[in-house]
C-alpha cells in the first residue's frame, strides 16, 4: 500500500519521564515509518523536555500546564495542521475537540475512566485523581464520534463498553507493542540472588508498598528491587525500615531508559501488583527480557497466564507466597520466563504497527 500521512496526537510526549502513552506513541510512530508512512507527532511544548531524535515533532505552546486544559488546547491549536493528514491517532481523552476533524480519527484507549471510578469508588477519585470525573465526561463523545476506537486489552474493552456509544464495528483490539530486540533475556546476567522487580510510578493505585509487606511476611530467600519515583517513595522506605526488611528491599529511584533492559535481564521475576492497568508496557518489557510474571488480576490482562506466571490477588500474604514458591523453584521460574518471552515476540512494535496499518487504511478507503 501506498505511504500515509499519519499524525499522531500525544499532549505529554516530550515530558521528561515519559509515560506508558508517551511510550507507545513513539514507538507506534517510528514502526510506522519503517513502514513507509509519514508520521507526525503533535504535542504541548513542556518546560523541561526529553530528547527525540529521528521524528517528526510539532509542538504548540499552550496556557496552562494543567489537565485537562492544556490538552484542550492543544488539540484546537493543531487542528489546522491536522487536517492535512490522511489520518489522526488520539490518545489523549480531551483531545475530543479533535474527534470532528474532515479525516479520519482512531481513539487509542490507554486507560477508561468511566472504569476507574467504577473500580476505586467516586471517595478515593477525588482523593487521588478528581480530574478523572473531567476526562469521564469527555469519553462517551470521543467513544461515539470517533472513526474507530482501540481497546490494547481486554480490561480497556470491558470498560469502553462500560462507557457505551461505540459501536462494535468500530471497536478494535490492539495490544500495546514492546521492542523485542532492545528487550531480551542476553541483556545481562540473571546469576545470583534470587530477584523480583516492580517498575513504575511509586502511587498507590499501583501498590508498591505490597510488595515491600510481601517481603516481610516471606519465608523465602529472595530481595525485592523497586524502580520508579513517586509519592511512596519514602513510605516505602519507612515500611521496610520498620519491617526489619531494609537489606532486601532496594529502592533504585528513576531507572533511566537506557538502563531497562539490563534491569530487567537481571530479574527472575517481574510482579505488578496494582488495583487498574490497561496493558502496562512494564509486564511486555519484562516478558520480552524473560522474567516469569506475577501480576494481580487487573494488571495481567490477558498476557499473564498460567505458562508466563502467577495471577495473584493484591494481599501482601498471597504476593508472599507466590514468589516463595517460584525463589524455592528457579527452575520454574526460568521456564516461565522462557515462555513470556516467546510470548512477547507476537507482540512485536512492527506486529503491532501492521494492525494499525490496516485500521488506518481501511478507513481512508471509506472516509
Known sequence: MSGLRVGLLNAYFLRPNPGGGELHTEQLARALERRGHEVTVFTDEPRERRPVEGLDVRTYRTPAKLNPVNELALARRARPALRECDAVVLTDEAAFDAVTLDVPTVMVFHLVWHGWVARTGLARTLREKPQALLYRAMERRIAREADAVVAISGNVREDIERVGGADPER??????????????????????????????????????????????????DWRLTVGGDGPLREDLERRARAAGVADRVDLLGYVPDEDLPATYARSHVYALPSDYEGMPLTVLEA?????????????????????????????????????????????????????????????????????????????????
Not at 194 to 212: A, C, E, I
Not at 287 to 310: H, I, K, M, Y
Open 171 to 220: 471497536l478494535h483490539d490492539i495490544p500495546n507493542g514492546v521492542d523485542v530486540e532492545r528487550f531480551h533475556p542476553d541483556a545481562a546476567d540473571r546469576a545470583g540472588r534470587f530477584t523480583v522487580h516492580f517498575q513504575g510510578r511509586l502511587v498507590g493505585m499501583k501498590n508498591p508498598d505490597l510488595l515491600v509487606e510481601a517481603v516481610a511476611r516471606s519465608a523465602g
Open 287 to 367: 516478558a520480552a527480557a524473560g522474567c516469569a510474571l506475577v501480576a494481580s488480576p487487573r494488571a495481567a490482562t490477558e498476557f499473564v497466564t498460567g505458562e508466563v506466571g502467577r495471577v495473584v490477588e493484591p494481599d501482601p500474604d498471597a504476593l508472599a507466597s507466590a514468589l516463595d514458591d517460584l525463589a524455592a523453584d528457579p527452575e520454574t521460574a526460568a521456564r516461565l520466563g522462557a515462555a513470556a518471552r516467546e510470548r512477547a515476540e507476537g507482540y512485536s512494535w512492527d506486529a503491532v504497527a501492521g494492525q494499525y496499518e490496516s485500521l488506518l487504511a481501511s478507513l481512508t478507503q471509506r472516509h
